[in-house]
């Protein structure tokens, strides 16, 4: 089962499935050796050598991790969970002080889950031991790394894939993805994977999106009262993103990377809070514009940040969240804020899950449309559910808020979510909430259901050229070839 926590997980920047994929799969290999190693001191018959034995690692980035890793900041996400950081407790200054070191003295520190559980590999050189190969995709995802590892005298060959969103899937050896390799999910009490089957289990239950998502993630073993209390430690974080993106900018005040992209949510934060918000009546529109664009800033410098699904869409749902918290009156359906941001979260949860079960919210896979759309979907559903809106009009939402994003490429400038990543948040946001107040206005009937449009993002994402796909080789990444 996917649910909320894993369509909602804590990060950081810049990519979910260029940073946070291939730190996680990284971090899940040396733990794996760890308990290798641990299953040996109980006697236990182990097949592969452990951690202990390690003392040589490669490691190749295929398709498209390999063709803009570099920008996306693979190579050093990956290195950082091979010394035991994992993507939703890691500290980015933590993460910059280790790979500094590692750059000087060469010594890979190994490090699994148990911290007395490590190995150095000495004669470790970054540059040399990380191979950048976007040539050479695999057929199941075009986000593939390859780790190779020495020990015992034998090399040993682990393939993962970083399919959007932070989430990892093992190869099994043959090129397919590894099944069974987790305990199941406890049965749920409204399954569904598409729109209709959601529709179907909120009217026949007679409940709306957000308590049939409620319903099902309680069955996965926590309280009515932990999933909110965990949705609302999730807004705080999501929060929080918006609040560090809006703090004064430090000399130069620009993005890492080498494209000099100004920071313009501190700015911004300070027009509107000199203006006079009743002399313009879409003053509202550029404070939602405001929050997209602190937390898209946030995440392009690698900060904290959620992701919702991905990191590159990540200031959709925290911009349209903030947006019905605090310019639009919910006091009257709900008793607080934390009440509130909980079903915001569950009703685009829901959503999000229909997408990462049956279609795909990965630019390399899809473009733009499976990132930037998703989330606008995901976004104004959440947004319809709090304004009080229908299941058939919360879907309604969805269905708006990606139809309009279908054929969207992923084609940032230079290999960094950037250019066009952080304003598409900014319009990704403001489309959700019209699409929420459009689905407000029917009766939510669709001419073209949500699934339909699913359907349709994924034959385009099918039939859109590769180079239009998280490669750098097509679109607004060739706007600016010098750099």
């Known amino acids: 089962m996917t649910g909320v926590f894993d369509i909602f997980s804590i990060g950081i920047g810049p990519s979910s499935s260029h940073t946070v994929g291939p730190m996680e799969a990284a971090a899940l290999l040396v733990d794996e050796l760890a308990a290798i190693d641990d299953d040996r001191d109980r006697g236990l018959p182990t097949p592969d050598f452990g951690l202990s034995q390690v003392d040589a690692v490669r490691v190749e980035l295929l398709g498209s991790l390999g063709a803009t890793g570099v920008g996306h900041g693979s190579d050093r996400a990956i290195l950082a969970g091979l010394m035991g ?50 040539d050479e995709r695999l057929p199941f995802h075009p986000n593939a790394l390859r780790f ?49 089957e959601l529709l179907e289990s909120c009217l026949e239950a007679n409940l709306s999106v957000a308590q049939v998502m409620m319903a099902d993630e309680v069955t ?72 997209a664009l602190a937390v898209g800033e946030v995440n392009a410098m690698g900060g904290r940040i959620v992701t919702a699904p991905t990191n590159g869409a990540a200031g959709i749902v925290p911009a349209v969240l903030r947006y019905a918290l605090t310019l639009h009156t919910t006091n009257e359906r709900y008793c607080d804020q934390t009440e509130a941001a909980a079903d915001f979260l569950l009703a685009a949860g829901a959503i999000g ?85 459009l689905a407000m206005i029917g009766d939510g009937r669709q001419v073209v259901s949500l699934d339909q449009v699913i359907a349709s993002m994924m034959e385009i994402g099918t039939d859109m050229s590769t180079k239009y796909k998280e490669t750098g080789l097509g679109g607004l990444a060739l706007a600016c070839v010098a750099c």
């Open 220 to 291: 996965q073993g926590r309280t009515a009262a932990e999933v909110t209390a965990g949705l609302g430690a999730i807004w705080d974080v999501m929060n929080q993103s918006i609040e560090t993106g809006c703090l004064p900018a430090t000399a130069p005040g620009t993005l890492p990377g080498g494209l000099g992209v100004r920071r313009r949510a501190p700015l911004l934060l300070q027009q509107l809070s000199a203006q006079n918000t009743d002399s313009d009546s879409l003053t509202g529109i550029d404070w939602v514009s405001l929050w």
């Open 353 to 437: 899950t229909i997408y990462q079960r049956g279609a795909s919210i990965s630019g390399a896979e899809v473009g733009c449309q499976g990132e930037v759309g998703v989330a606008c979907s995901m976004a104004a559903a959440g947004l319809a559910q709090v304004l009080g809106g229908t299941p058939q009009q919360t879907l309604n939402a969805a269905e708006i808020g990606l139809e309009h994003h279908l054929g969207l490429t992923c084609d940032p400038v230079g290999g960094l979510v950037q250019v066009p990543c952080i304003e598409r948040n900014a319009v990704g946001a403001v489309t959700a909430i019209t699409a929420a107040r």
């Open 85 to 134: 950081a994992h993507p939703d407790t890691a500290l980015p200054e933590t993460i910059e002080a280790a790979i500094t070191e590692l750059n000087a003295t060469h010594q890979l520190v190994l490090m699994g889950g148990n911290p007395t559980r490590q190995k150095v590999v000495a004669g470790f050189d970054p540059k040399q031991a990380v191979a950048f190969k976007p």
């Open 148 to 196: 190779h590892l020495h020990g015992a005298g034998s090399w040993r060959q682990v393939t993962y894939y970083s399919p959007g969103g932070g989430f990892v899937v093992r190869d099994d050896g043959t090129g397919n993805p590894m099944a069974g390799s987790s305990a199941p999910a406890a049965p749920v009490t409204h399954p569904f994977s598409t729109g209709e």
